[in-house]
Nanobody
Framework: QVQLVESGGGLVQPGGSLRLSCAAS????????MGWYRQAPGKQRELVAA???????NYADSVKGRFTISRDNAKIMVYLQMNSLKPEDTAVYYC?????????WGQGTQVTVSS
């Protein structure tokens, strides 16, 4: 069983920055693909960024160059550094852990970008 707890969301002005954190539990973290997803009102949940156990990353085109995903296997943490935030980044952000065919989700953290 894997538990994921996100933190770090909030209200920020356009152009600002936020750092999301995801605390994970479970012995399989080191082999899991970790990802951040987001869901805006009326829209489908979409992948924002993902990182493999080896550190390979991929990003949605809309966040490339602005967001950075990282992981600390010793602390069992995943982070999403978000810079140059835009109003269209407003959404609930979810942490995801995936190992083979199994997947787990956190409860989500709200990010609102508004002046």
């Amino acid at each position: 069983q894997v538990q994921l707890v996100e933190s770090g969301g909030g209200l920020v002005q356009p152009g600002g920055s936020l750092r999301l954190s995801c605390a994970a539990s479970g012995s399989i973290f080191s082999i899991a693909v970790m990802g951040w997803y987001r869901q805006a009102p009326g829209k489908q949940r979409e992948l924002v960024a993902a990182i493999t156990s080896g550190g390979s990353t991929n990003y949605a085109d809309s966040v490339k160059g602005r967001f950075t995903i990282s992981r600390d296997n010793a602390k069992i943490m995943v982070y999403l550094q978000m810079n140059s935030l835009k109003p269209e980044d407003t959404a609930v952000y979810y942490c995801n852990s995936r190992v083979y065919a199994s997947s787990w989700w956190g409860q989500g953290t709200q990010v609102t970008v508004s002046s």
